[in-house]
């Protein structure tokens, strides 16, 4: 028994890698229309590519870096330690890369936005 797509038929299936068959080959566009084509991105966009923003990466900058720790941390976080920001990392199922990055801050610290935290994070790695 074939497992395949219910939503297609086999004819379809077929359609479809045959239009796909010249993009994947060739690496670029192939379509004439330029509505056809994906919108490529542009220089502001955060890096998607390259795999999720990680305080331990070199390409990491701290723009980066609290962008998502304020995502991940919202903002009835602050003002708080390390280890308060921790228990909120956790809670909240964030990657163990920030808590980790979290975990090397001195305890004592205070951080009252983001983007002090951002930058305490990348000067401690």
Not at 19 to 34: A, V
Not at 102 to 107: F, I, N, V, Y
């Amino acid at each position: 028994m074939e497992r395949g797509s219910a939503r297609m038929s086999a004819h379809r299936d077929d359609e479809m890698k045959q239009e796909l068959r010249s993009l994947l080959t060739s690496g670029h566009p192939t379509r004439t229309e330029e509505w056809h084509d994906p919108e490529p991105t542009a220089e502001d966009d955060p890096e998607v590519a390259g795999g999720p923003v990680a305080p331990g990466r070199s390409a990491a900058s701290v723009e980066t870096v609290r962008l998502e720790l304020a995502r991940l941390l919202g903002r009835t976080s602050f003002p708080a330690g390390p280890r308060e920001l921790i228990g909120v990392l956790r809670d909240r199922h964030a990657p163990d890369v920030f808590v980790e990055a979290l975990e090397r801050l001195p305890h004592e610290a205070r951080y009252t936005t983001a983007h002090q935290l951002a930058e305490a994070v990348v000067r401690a790695r």
